[in-house]
């Protein structure tokens, strides 16, 4: 079974300056997708972001990269300028790409605050 | 032009009761899915359907059941509440294939057992 830890359970960044957020997964499987979702106070569940294991290019999404290190089985998440709307719980997610439609398995997630 | 909705977004009620919760996605996806998000803000997968057909069941009581009447659509129906099931339950649909097993998630259903 898949599991993935989110060690950081708060963080907080001044706007404008950037935060890495961590994540580690373990699995045995060797293809497979790695998410990072927000959820704001609004408690709507939004995707930041996606990486594939076999891509080892890193994915980008504006303001938001990940640092993927599929060796180490780790997957951060760097927000870059942040700013106030940033302000949510990220969770960090994986998914077993052989199994299509297959479960999300979630890390405790991060409460991150972007100070004024 | 909402992509996953849910009904209702609010539920209160007591301990025994039976209550449903419904999910339709306008994304032409063919994979639903139910989590629950517990008080810890925790996630875990409960059920998926594939075109209407049940592909994942997780550890759940009976007491939970699920119905899919076509892809568009999939409620969950919970009897007997008890105070456990206090939860936030999120609905969420992604499309069968690969390259394209993003999830997209609704916005809630917070239930409230008394």
């Known amino acids: 079974a898949q599991t993935v830890t989110q060690s950081q359970p708060e963080m907080s960044v001044q706007e404008a300056e950037t935060v890495t957020l961590s994540c580690t997964y373990d699995t045995s499987e060797s293809n497979y997708y790695l998410f990072w979702y927000k959820q704001p106070p609004s408690r709507q569940m939004i995707l930041v972001i996606r990486q594939e294991a076999y891509k080892q290019q890193n994915a980008t999404e504006n303001r938001f990269s990940v640092n993927f290190q599929k060796a180490a089985k780790s997957f951060s998440l760097k927000i870059s300028d942040s700013q106030l709307g940033d302000t949510a719980m990220y969770f960090c997610a994986f998914m077993n790409q052989e199994t299509s439609g297959s479960r999300l398995t979630f890390g405790e997630g991060t409460q991150l605050t972007v100070n004024p | 032009d909402t992509a996953v909705s849910q009904t209702p977004k609010y539920l209160v009620t007591q301990m025994g009761n039976d209550k449903s919760i419904k999910c339709e996605q306008n994304?032409?996806?063919?994979?639903m899915y139910w989590y629950k998000q517990d008080s810890k803000k925790f996630l875990k997968i409960m059920f998926s359907?594939?075109?209407?057909?049940l592909i994942i069941n997780e550890t759940v009581p009976n007491r939970f059941s699920p119905k899919s009447p076509d892809k568009a659509h999939l409620n969950l129906h919970i009897n007997s509440l008890e105070l456990g099931d206090s939860a936030v339950y999120f609905c969420?649909?992604?499309?069968w294939g690969r390259g394209k097993e993003t999830q997209y998630f609704g916005p809630g259903t917070r239930l409230l057992v008394l």
């Open positions: 969420a649909s992604s499309q």
């Open positions: 359907y594939n075109n209407k057909e």
């Open positions: 994304l032409g996806h063919d994979t």
